[in-house]
């Protein structure tokens, strides 16, 4: 994993190439950001470091507070990191009296003086600091006197669709389109979570399942059905389907998160397990009785397993 730390705790070292933002989902657009960065570095023989924030900075901007649900909690993030090849994930506490530094503040006394650098990696549409205003000839301008080189990263598209979190965020809560949202994320959506007990129904039909609880508290869950995922339990993956909602079949009342393993049968209470989805498999229904639901579940194992063939 890339080493996670906090601004605070980090060491000061002037030949480190950095890129900036909060960087949620670290999807497509963002991959193509960090592998520049780890590219760069490698050419200079330097640290490479992308600077993110947490919580969300629109959670304190806001008047009135809101609510972001996110893509990717800072370990996930600095998993996928780590694949790409970034050395250090920096988390700088984005707090109200952060977010009124001025971008030539945030720069000198925040990037250059307490983590250092000598490229700054930005994307072509990037703003920072205090009111945005801070972007590419903001950091032109400085870089002469603080010694850093600026490289553009410039506009990534698919398709017809601009890559940003706010569409993959509705791909996932609104649609359920994980299939879409892992094109755009380049890579299938993850959500880690702490496994807990449940009341066992599933075990009693043939389908037990771990009942999950994510673990960060914003999460986005995908919208409510049933979904071929892979399961990672102690760094060993399976396939599974998972149903999120009400099980309305039962109580119709709670909201749950279950994912059924395939060919697994060990105790995990207490472990937390990592779930990548790969395809929804059909929207949650209520059944009349547990054998006309335990009917539609082999149908649903056997349909999660063709998708995952493919992944």
């Not at 649900?69 to 600095?78: H, V």
């Not at 925040?110 to 650098?117: K, N, T």
């Not at 609880?213 to 986005?220: G, M, V």
Request: charged share 30%; proline share 4%.
């Amino acid at each position: 994993m890339a080493k996670l730390v906090y601004l605070k705790d980090i060491d000061h070292q002037l030949n480190t190439v950095v890129t900036v933002g909060t960087f949620d989902g670290v999807h497509e657009g963002h991959r193509a950001l960090m592998e520049t960065v780890v590219v760069k570095a490698k050419k200079r023989n330097a640290r490479s470091v992308v600077v993110t924030f947490d919580p969300h900075p629109r959670t304190i901007i806001h008047p009135k507070g809101e609510s972001i649900r996110l893509l990717t909690s800072l370990r996930e993030r600095a998993e996928i990191l780590n694949e790409i090849g970034v050395d250090v994930l920096c988390v700088i506490p984005f707090t109200r009296d952060f977010s009124l530094l001025s971008s030539e503040e945030f720069v000198r006394n925040e990037i250059h003086a307490r983590i250092g650098i000598s490229e700054f990696v930005i994307g072509y549409d990037h703003h920072f600091g205090k009111d945005r205003s801070g972007t590419i000839e903001t950091l032109e301008n400085l870089g002469p006197e603080l010694e850093f080189d600026v490289y553009v990263v410039s506009k990534r598209e698919m398709g017809e669709v601009t890559i940003s979190s706010t569409v993959i965020r509705n791909a996932i809560q609104e649609d359920g389109d994980m299939s879409q949202a892992a094109k755009l994320l380049g890579r299938p959506y993850m959500l880690n979570g702490l496994v807990i007990h449940g009341d066992e129904r599933g075990r009693k039909i043939g389908f037990p399942t771990a009942n999950l609880q994510p673990e960060h508290p914003d999460k986005i869950i995908p919208k409510n059905g049933i979904y071929a995922v892979k399961v990672r339990v102690d760094d060993v993956w399976y396939n599974g389907m998972m149903n999120i909602g009400v099980r309305p079949t039962f109580d119709g009342i709670t909201k749950t998160l279950e994912v059924n393993i395939f060919e697994f049968d060990q105790s995990i209470y207490g472990k937390t397990v990592q779930i990548r989805f790969f395809g929804s498999i059909r929207d949650e229904k209520k059944f009349d009785g547990m054998d006309e639901l335990k009917e539609q579940l082999e149908r649903d194992k056997e349909r999660a397993k063709e998708v995952l063939l493919l992944a």
